[in-house]
């Protein structure tokens, strides 16, 4: 199974990839845009995406890729994201005076940064900048990212879980050029866009709440070349094969201007619920 | 009026404060949370921070800062976004082997650049990686930014108008100690949260569709700390002030857990909608 992915070996997203799928061939993508390609022409067998951080919000260029893109949702997957401190080989957490990363995760450990009294530098990828510390002759600087990026890199983990807020997760979807229809427990993700006028989206909802559906995500987002119209993502509960999500997005048609759905896939635990079970 | 922003002398927002008050005093800031703390402890008698943009969808570290932070919205702007293609003084078109500047604007310029068939590297900042060019001896080496980040710092305007969609408009808000009041065509901003249960979204957009207000945008925000609950943000057309707006938000109150208003405020005129006219 080839599985195409956005960013260096080390990524957060190689990880999920590796723990969501047996045994993948893992394609290092340099943009999401290109995941999505070589999926789309058979490249890879399925992409893997991040599609929403439970501290940083969405990632809508990736809502844009689904809506450009004639791909289905097959799956969804929960990361844990855990930032560890990494330096050079030997170099102790007294000795670290900068500390680079991507932007998101240095925000991510802002609290432990300030405690540590260094510098911040952003960089463009978490992986990326273990990358660059392996260059550097500088023992004085550590990177923020993933455990598997150190050791890729041969660098060492100086400290790790050094995120400010521990429910920190992400999630990943599956996709392929082919729909998946879980018999079970399933997540339906639809788009759509409403007429601009007062109470459109009110109407739009009511093709759910009067049908005791149940909607775990709702995303708007401007529509490309048509400032300030909407387009409206929803994940609901249920698969689109059973009759009343049916009947639900028949009746959305009805308002709708347009209507995609992108699948019904296996809903996935979310870590952060069993965690709290714990 | 000292007005503090976010990014260097030169950045799209700085333009926008030249563009929207009369003789500001301009406080550049390193980030947005800067400006919000500049606001609150009165070093900075106004911000103004970018809130949403027609292309990327919202800015949403400022919906997090605004819930942070003790301030009103007393005012929006929108700004075209108008890319240049700059140049070190002399350097033709032809002689552009790489482009560099914030990874936002290299994508609103992807067609371009592609056209161009030249490298492409992210970089942190617009202004900024004008300002990486007057360091380099490479006259091979372009940036993307705003024609004002060009002269601030001497370089050359290749081609201006260089963004691959004419759509490009930047929404920012004004935000200050003090509530303002506007007596006429004003817009509301309200945040609240909701008890994650089937419908709950429905009956909260009840009370505004069943008194005919008009929203015109919601975004949905997960709660910091609490995966996968949601924060809702909604502008509304009509002032706090107002009785049939007043009698909406005591009726949101029966719903939401939480329930604040940012503001009212002067409902600005849409560039793009004028440009349309044109």
Redesign the interface.
Known sequence: MKVAYQGEPGAYTEQAVLNYFDNPETIPCETFDAVFALVENGTADRGMVPI?N????SI?QNYDNLLRHALYINGEYFLRVRHCLIGKPGVQRSQIKKVISH?QALGQCANYLRGLGVQVK?E?DTAGSVKMLVEMEDQTVAAIASRRAAEIYGMNVIEEGVED?R?N?TRFLEISTRSAKPAANAKTTVVFTLKH???S???A??V??LR???????????L?????N?LFYIDLLGSEDDTVVKKALNHLEEYALMLRVFGSYPQAR?V?EEERKE
Request: aromatic share 14%; glycine share 8%.
């Open positions: 929403e439970s501290l940083a919000g809508h932007p952003p463009y807020d429910e997760f006028q007062p109470g989206l009110f109407k909802l009511s759910f709440a005791d559906i149940d909607l775990t995500k709702i995303e708007s987002r401007p490309p070349g048509t400032p300030w909407y979310n952060v």
